[in-house]
Each structure stands twice: as structure tokens, then as C-alpha cells.
């Protein structure tokens, strides 16, 4: 019998049966996520374009006109009026996402809201992420990926694509990421995290002790590079490292989170993680939930009632 043919495995890739539970938790935590997101942005719209905001000043943001038209040119870019309801708007979005109604309206609404702040304001590659989440998210919902709302249980399958989509991008992510920091001399001699370590401004606490263990320093720069470049893009595929790959980089990125003032980067690169679960990890995950809640329950009761008595 002869092998399967690149055409076979092109449509398993992309069109195999995938559990809607895995967009469906997707879908959730994004939506939660953008409360939080555009609640920490307020403040940084009305800076820019509040009543008396840089905007009103005299200040022109972006530096070159918008290519598209977002909230801000269509209303206003100085008023606080409008920073508030894009805020809330960007909020309500993620509360509707996160429910799971109108699942094919709500993914618009989100990408509006998200990609009026990411063209207007100066931001950084994790903006950038949020913005490529919503507009994947748009893409499932259009597709109706996304399930159901959050009162009903997602038991049916669907195309992999729209979770493909999700893979390729971060994977991507990653690769040219890597590729560009080769063009840094820092990154290229293995010097890169001593130089970040050994400044305070975007330390939460002090690390500059680890400076004077270059070695670590060092080989940390390198790992950082490899996973990057080689050990993410390529290890994620395999099974039977594919839960090593997401605990390494879950342990990487909530320890710079920790020790370094780097926002909203490592929180969504770690919501693109949810699209390589699998439906084995689902079902661990909730049988180890229902065992956990079996056991503690009745120990709370009892201490409820013998604090009661």
C-alpha cells in the first residue's frame, strides 16, 4: 500500500475534525482578557486623546496619518467622551466574547475597537498580537467556530483552519523574532539579557546581582535564541513534545513577566498557547478539576458548619 501523498496530509493539516471546545475556551479567555486590556489602556488614550489630552495640545499621533479610519479620526482624537466609549465598547466586547452571544458580531466588534487603539496610539509587538488575535477571532466567528455561549456546553467538532491560523501565527511569531534578534550584535555574542539585567528601570525588583554570572547570563541569551528560532517552530508539532514546548515557554514568559516591566506581550502569546490543546488535554484537565472539587467541597462544608456550631 503506498504512503499517503502531500495532498493527504495538506487536508488532514488543515480540515481534519478538531473539539469546539478548544476555540470555545479560546473565545473566553480572550474576551475576559480584553476587559482587563482595555481598562489598563484608559489612561493611556486619554493621554493621548482626552480633552486635554497631547492631541488638543498640538501633538499629532500616529506621526503619519492613518491609512484606515479608526473611532478616534471618524469622532474624535480629543475628547474624553470618546476615550470612554471606546474603553467601554472594547470592554463590552470582551464580556460578549466571553458569554458567547452573537459570536459572529462580537469578533468585529472587538477587532474595531482593538485596532482603533493599535493604529492611533504608539504600541508594542504585544498590541500588535492583540490586534492578529481579534482578527483570527473574526475569521473563526465569520466561520461559526466559536461555539456556544458559555451556558451551554461545546461538545460538536469543526475544521482545524481556524485553529491552524492561530498556530501558524505564533509560531511565526517566534521564528522572526529570533531572526531579527540575530541582527543584534547583543543577541549575536550572547550579551543581550546582561545588558537588560544589569539596568533597573524595567526591573520590578533588583536582578542586577545576576551580572556578575556572566556564564548564566549568557547561556540564557543563547536559549532564548534557540528555542526561538528552532525548538518552538519545530518541537510544537511533534506530540510527543508538544506539552514541553508549551510548559517552557509558559515558565519563560510568566518569569520575565515577573521580574521584568514587559506588558501585554507575554500575557496574549500565552492565550495563542490554547490553540495547541488537545481534547486529551481537556478531559485531564477536567477530571483532575472534578477529583479536586469532590475532595475540597465536603471539607469546606464541614468547616462552614463546625465554624457555624
Request: hydrophobic share 50%; proline share 5%.
Amino acid at each position: 500500500m503506498s504512503d499517503p501523498s502531500w495532498a493527504t496530509y495538506w487536508d488532514r493539516f488543515w480540515f481534519a475534525p478538531k473539539p469546539q471546545a478548544i476555540l470555545t475556551i479560546m473565545r473566553m479567555s480572550y474576551g475576559a482578557y480584553l476587559i482587563f486590556y482595555f481598562w489598563k489602556l484608559q489612561p493611556i488614550m486619554e493621554m493621548f486623546f482626552g480633552t486635554n489630552g497631547l492631541v488638543a495640545l498640538g501633538g499629532r499621533f500616529p506621526q503619519q496619518p492613518s491609512p484606515v479610519p479608526t473611532i478616534f479620526t471618524v469622532l474624535s482624537d480629543r475628547s474624553d467622551t470618546v476615550v470612554w466609549l471606546v474603553t467601554l465598547l472594547g470592554m463590552l466586547s470582551g464580556a460578549i466574547l466571553a458569554t458567547g452571544i452573537f459570536n459572529r458580531i462580537a469578533p468585529l466588534l472587538a477587532w474595531v475597537c482593538v485596532s482603533s487603539v493599535v493604529t492611533a496610539i504608539p504600541v508594542n509587538s504585544g498590541d500588535f498580537l492583540v490586534q492578529c488575535y481579534a482578527t483570527l477571532m473574526v475569521f473563526a466567528g465569520l466561520a461559526g467556530h466559536l461555539g456556544k455561549p458559555a451556558w451551554q456546553c461545546s461538545t460538536g467538532e469543526q475544521p482545524a483552519w481556524s485553529l491552524r491560523l492561530f498556530q501558524i501565527q505564533i509560531v511565526f511569531v517566534y521564528f522572526f523574532s529570533g531572526w531579527h534578534k540575530l541582527a543584534s550584535t547583543a543577541w549575536y555574542n550572547g550579551s543581550a539579557f546582561h545588558y537588560v539585567i544589569s539596568q533597573e528601570y524595567w526591573s520590578r525588583f533588583d536582578i542586577t546581582w545576576l551580572t556578575t554570572y556572566p556564564v548564566f547570563t549568557s547561556a540564557l541569551t543563547t536559549f532564548v535564541l534557540f528555542f526561538e528560532l528552532l525548538l518552538f517552530p519545530v518541537l510544537i508539532w511533534v506530540p510527543a513534545t508538544r506539552r514541553l514546548m508549551l510548559v517552557s515557554g509558559l515558565i519563560f514568559h510568566l518569569m520575565i513577566f515577573a521580574t521584568l516591566k514587559v506588558f501585554v506581550f507575554h500575557q496574549i502569546v500565552i492565550l495563542f498557547y490554547l490553540a495547541f490543546l488537545t481534547s486529551d488535554d481537556i478531559s485531564q484537565f477536567k477530571n483532575h478539576l472534578e477529583s479536586v472539587l469532590k475532595k475540597r467541597i465536603p471539607i469546606l462544608l464541614n468547616n462552614l458548619r463546625s465554624h457555624h456550631k
